[in-house]
């Protein structure tokens, strides 16, 4: 019975945790490794469905991810949640025309990084 | 093996030619233009033809130290200038038989040209209109090769004077040194012995097809078929450059022809769905309502200013623009309705023209009806190749795209050097669709994308200008991974939204039909509930495109930021 009890406080401690992204948690791929205290680095300058991709911060937070065509306009832009050290998730594709895109990564307004890829 | 391929691959060039396999071969040899074209087929009237007499010695025992050879031409197809004799240091004669033909030796074949001669049964008759030359060279060694290059000059494309215009009728060959006469069946015409080849017309310029579209379109994907004839035989099917262009001055190149262009798609079926939902948008319809009066107060047609925008919505064709072409359009957009399976049929022949410039530019406000148009009659046109190159100049409006966003303004421009037949012609002044039917303004607005509670994905925009009365978005989403459940809209009491989706497409916005303002930080929030453990948002959604008016009805440009 106490196991019981246990189990169930468990199960409604789970579900009622604030629901952020579920980054990765494995040891970091040498692809996506970041010597430096903080950057962003891809799995290759090309973006594929599902491809991983890793920021590090010393800062946990909400950050912003803009997604921006050839023109450099705004096709796509995703809050989400860091926290401090590797945050290593997947890239989508499947809503995204083949070609070649900006990814930039704000902290409020500010933006920390910017890379050039090309998305297939 | 190798043998055997090589006498595989040599019995039937063997077989099929004339050759005279051990003897003496004599080709006509189309050589070229003096100008540089190495295509017989596209010689012109006036272009000057070189050939040679070419010798091939196949005899291992004798040589060819004598040669001369007949050759007959119609005088009405070529004028002949003077030979370039090519064996250096040889002895050369010619001497002509002129309003002669040769009657060939039926006892033997054409192309043994010794036999034609010797073998008694052939002669030369008076004939007018033909002219007999009779090129000798003569040498103390060997020679083979090019012995002699006849230069003709075309003089017309009248194809009746061109059936074996230039015809080698016979040839003797000796071996001087040996006393050797090549004899019957061993001099060969081989492997060319005439030419009935029917010049060009004189036309040292081109023809191009200009279709004019909208930079919204992708012209690669409209493939044109070309046609001649009354029966609109096809010539050949090619697509257009990324500027609607293409050179047809291969197909097209004769002034007596009648000729066709068919328009088709050429890109797939989701390109074809995609061109369409990108063109027809809220601001078509906002433009229609105007027209119409159903948009803010009345105030019925003032909206348009060029008659094809009337052909491209009056869905009933019923000669007006009425309420019903006007919710017709904007239930098209909502996506209740679609104004091409209603009306006309779901293709690109159907719904979207490709006219001539000309009678694309000679519809008018008083002539735009069904009843009425120009009347371009079965499509067929021809050519005037007398003064420079050629435009076949093509203007685009497709069905339902009431600001021609994706089609083209009408004008003075007309192809040149194009007769077509045109009932009706007076030309509009030109007037760029930006001078009315779009503004400068721009509507501001954010898009977020996140992970929210339960995991689901919300896409939220927010407007943050104050004079839009109609907005629309397409968002792209991954159908893999997310699953729409619905928008919730915050527009305020007045405005009509809508929003729903397709297969991977959301499709929604908002419009307030009395132009008044969609309020400043309305919300319109898409939901999508995961299909499977989503590690980040990013790439899951993506704006496909945007859309909005005015308060006055004109278009906006949406800055997202």
């Known amino acids: ?120 | 093996m190798r043998q055997l391929l090589l006498t595989l691959l040599l019995v039937p060039a063997l077989a099929l030619g004339q050759s005279s396999s051990d003897g003496i071969d004599i080709d006509l040899d189309f050589k070229g233009t003096t100008s540089g074209e190495n295509d017989i087929t596209k010689i012109q009237v006036n272009d000057t033809l070189v050939f040679a007499l070419n010798i091939t010695d196949l005899n291992d025992s004798n040589d060819v130290t004598y040669i001369h050879t007949d050759v007959e031409y119609n005088k009405n197809a070529y004028t002949l200038l003077d030979p370039v004799w090519k064996v250096s240091g040889a002895n050369n004669n010619l001497f002509f038989y002129d309003d002669t033909k040769w009657n060939p030796n039926t006892n033997y074949d054409l192309s043994d040209l010794w036999a034609q001669w010797s073998g008694g049964g052939g002669n030369y008759a008076s004939t007018t209109g033909w002219k007999v030359g009779h090129w000798t060279t003569q040498y103390t060694s060997a020679f083979a090769g090019d012995y002699v290059e006849l230069h003709f000059i075309a003089k017309t494309t009248d194809n009746s004077n061109y059936a074996k215009a230039i015809n080698v009728t016979m040839a003797k060959v000796t071996d001087n040194n040996t006393g050797y006469t090549y004899p019957i069946g061993k001099v060969r015409g081989h492997d060319t012995q005439f030419i009935s080849q029917v010049p060009l017309e004189d036309f040292d310029n081109n023809v191009y097809i200009k279709v004019e579209t909208s930079s919204n379109v992708d012209a690669t994907k409209i493939k044109a078929t070309l046609g001649k004839g009354s029966n609109n035989e096809t010539i050949t099917t090619l697509n257009l450059d990324a500027n609607g262009e293409a050179n047809v001055t291969d197909y097209f190149n004769s002034s007596s022809e009648t000729y066709h262009i068919t328009f088709d798609w050429d890109g797939t079926e989701q390109e074809w769905q995609d061109l369409k939902d990108d063109a027809i948008t809220i601001s078509d319809a906002v433009l229609l309502l105007k027209e119409t009066g159903d948009f803010e107060h009345g105030n019925a047609g003032n909206a348009y200013e060029h008659p094809i925008q009337y052909i491209a919505t009056d869905f009933d064709a019923n000669g007006t623009l009425n309420n019903q072409d006007s919710f017709d359009l904007l239930a098209h957009v909502l996506d209740v309705a679609d104004v091409f399976v209603k009306y006309i049929e779901d293709t690109f022949s159907s719904g979207f023209a490709l006219v001539p410039s000309a009678v694309y530019n000679a519809i008018t406000m008083n002539n735009w009806t069904d009843e009425d148009l120009p009347d371009m009659g079965d499509g067929s046109f021809s050519l005037d190749l007398s003064n420079g190159d050629v435009n076949l100049a093509y203007k685009s409006a497709l069905w339902g795209d009431a600001n021609l966003s994706h089609g083209t303004v009408q004008d003075n421009a007309t192809g040149s050097g194009v007769t077509y037949s045109i009932a009706n012609s007076s030309p509009l002044t030109s007037k760029s669709m930006t001078q009315y039917a779009v503004s400068d303004s721009t509507v501001e607005a954010t898009l977020v994308t996140e992970i929210k509670d339960n995991g689901n994905v919300h896409v939220e925009f927010e407007i943050l200008s104050d004079d839009t009365a109609a907005l629309q978005l397409k968002v792209n989403y991954d159908s893999s991974r997310l699953q729409f459940k619905e928008v919730i809209f915050d527009t305020g009491d007045t405005t009509t939204n809508f929003g729903n989706s397709d297969y991977s497409t959301v499709n929604m916005g908002s419009i307030i039909q009395n132009g008044g303002a969609i309020p400043v930080n309305s919300t319109m929030k898409i939901v999508f509930e995961p299909l499977e453990t989503i590690t980040s948002a990013a790439g899951l959604v993506s704006i496909r495109n945007t859309d909005a008016a005015s308060t006055e009805g004109l278009q906006q440009h949406l800055n997202i930021q």
Not at chain 1, 3 to 14: G, P, Q, R
């Open chain 1, 1 to 120: 019975m106490k196991k019981l009890t246990y189990l169930l406080f468990a199960i409604l401690a789970v579900s009622c945790m604030k629901d952020e992204e579920m980054f990765i948690d494995a040891p970091v791929d040498s692809q996506l490794e970041i010597l430096d205290i903080e950057g962003l680095k891809f799995q290759s300058s090309d973006i594929t469905d599902g491809s991983l991709w890793n920021f590090k911060t010393l800062t946990e937070g909400k950050y912003t991810l803009e997604i921006r065509n050839h023109f450099k306009t705004l096709i796509s832009k995703n809050k989400f949640n860091a926290e401090i050290g590797d945050n290593v998730s997947k890239f989508y594709t499947k809503a995204l025309l083949d070609g070649d895109y900006t990814i930039v990564i704000l902290n409020g307004q500010d933006v920390i990084h910017e890379r050039k890829l090309t998305i297939r």
